[in-house]
């Protein structure tokens, strides 16, 4: 397989292929509005979007450092499904009860997005094929057989347990011994669900201002270089670009995942693989992958490289190391060995927002009229909808426009999470714990053994993850 003319960088695979926004005029000078929404990603277009539709006077104005999805939103994989982080910790904190309405009402949002998308006529390569979590190592299995459990237990009834012959009819991962497949997922074209959110969002009349990087966000105030918006709400919807703000240097860590993307695939290789249904894909790894079909018949495929840089530093362009682009390289030819000789078109990386319990989290300070969502730790297809929509009745609530709702009352409201220890702890900390992840990993593929090795274990206890 080559990788002598892959593309590396240039944000994502993703705006190769749709090209970048024609630029919106930055911020002109000092402004009012009555909500000022930091961020120009999904949490920030979704909480535009719904405030403006439940309020339709309202004067909402949305600042972003460079364009809209030029973050985590342009660069993901692609999954739009039920996932959440910190369910099992909300579970152990406000209860049982609670973490399954969470988990329900993400259940919901996978549809509510497909319903927006329709509505607003988006064609963001949305199909609805669920989904697939393979084991192909005995402690993957047994993992998988775990997780499956939880997952029934926390509400999911459509839920499918598969054995190898079975997983092997919807695809063929090499060595895989078993799935677990969910109903609640889809495929999606990231940066063509984030255009046009960012179109319906100014078709409603809110104001977008970009190449407008805000530098620091305080009560009622939204610093930039060209000028500062007034408003009774700012809110905070920066996920992994959260530490350039000052002040949020040790909020959430910025994460770093990469992609790569191959070219298209004849039949003769999908006839080898199968995949017709195109469920989302993942496994049970402790170091992760995750991957699609996309609606040209490629494999965009992406995991860990460099989990971290030092100082919670942040990349321009969605450059990725080379050794990374082989490593996921490895990784599809392992799953499917018919990859082997295609062409790697694109290769990039984008960060996460990581907080320090690893729980995502949506805020408003009633006494200040700060907000923030985020913390999603590469679930936020789904989760900045739910955010958003969230935020909406926080602030509905907190106007009197309207009373407490099934959202407000979620257990991840108003979660407080504390800061990440400081350099250089912080830099040896995370690579550490992801050194301890690919050594289980490896230890887990030449091991017969069902366990969960050691050294995952620990690592999770050190993260803070269990």
């Known amino acids: 397989m080559s990788t002598v003319s892959t593309v590396n960088g240039g944000i994502s695979f993703w705006y190769a292929r749709e090209g970048t926004p024609a630029p919106r005029e930055p911020l ?28 339709p ?53 996978v549809d509510e997005v497909v319903r927006v998308a329709a509505e607003e006529n988006i064609d963001a390569d949305i199909h609805r094929g669920g989904v697939l979590e393979v084991a192909y190592t005995p402690a993957q299995l047994a993992r998988l057989k775990d997780f499956h459990s939880v997952e029934i237990a926390f509400g999911e009834t459509g839920r499918v347990l598969r054995g190898a012959r079975e997983t092997a009819e919807r695809i ?3 060595g895989a ?9 889809a495929r999606l074209h ?8 960012a179109d319906a969002v100014e078709a409603l009349g809110v104001t977008i201002h970009e190449s407008t990087p805000v530098t620091e966000i305080k009560p009622k105030h939204a610093i930039t270089p060209y000028g500062t918006v007034r408003a009774p709400y ?30 298209p695939l004849p039949k003769s290789v999908w006839d080898t693989i199968g995949w017709e249904g195109r469920e989302t894909l993942g496994d049970m790894a402790h170091a992760y992958m995750y991957a699609q079909r996309t609606a040209d018949d490629r494999i965009a495929l992406g995991g860990r490289g460099v989990p971290y840089r030092f100082g919670s530093a942040v990349d321009n362009d969605g450059r990725t190391q080379p050794a990374t682009i082989e490593a996921l390289r490895d990784l599809l030819v392992r799953f499917f060995p018919t990859t082997a000789g295609a062409r790697i078109d694109h290769a990039w990386s984008g960060v996460l927002g990581v907080p320090r319990d690893w729980c995502a989290t949506v805020t408003l300070d009633r006494s200040t009229g700060l907000g923030w969502a985020g913390g999603y730790v590469g679930s936020g297809v789904a989760t900045t909808n739910l955010a958003a929509r969230t935020l909406r009745d926080l602030i509905q609530q907190d106007s009197g426009q309207a009373g407490p709702t099934d ?51 620990v690592a999770d206890r050190i993260a803070g993850r269990h």
């Open 234 to 263: 700012v809110l905070r919807c920066t996920e992994g670009f959260t530490a350039g703000l000052k002040g949020q240097r040790r909020t959430w860590l910025p994460m770093n995942s990469s992609m790569i993307a191959t070219e």
């Open 172 to 174: 063929r991962v090499t």
């Open 28 to 55: 002109p000078g000092d402004a009012t509005a009555d909500v000022c929404i930091v961020g120009g990603g999904y949490t920030g277009l979704w909480t535009a979007y719904y405030l403006k539709k439940a309020v």
């Open 177 to 185: 011994v078993g799935s677990s497949w969910s109903p609640h997922g």
């Open 407 to 457: 959202l407000t009352s979620l257990p991840w409201v108003n979660h407080k999470v504390r800061r990440w220890e400081p350099e250089p702890f912080r830099w040896l900390g995370v690579h550490g714990m992801y050194a301890a992840y690919r050594a289980a990993d490896r230890r887990e593929t030449t091991s017969p053994r069902p366990g969960t090795d050691p050294i995952a274990k």
């Open 57 to 109: 006077f309202l004067n909402i104005t949305i600042l972003e450092a460079k364009f809209c999805g030029y973050g985590a939103s342009g660069r993901n994989g692609g999954w739009l499904y039920n996932g959440i982080a910190g369910r099992d910790r909300y579970a152990k904190l406000h209860g049982h009860d609670a973490a399954v309405r969470l988990q329900q009402a993400m259940n919901d949002t």
């Open 190 to 197: 990231p940066v063509k669900l984030v255009k046009g959110l």
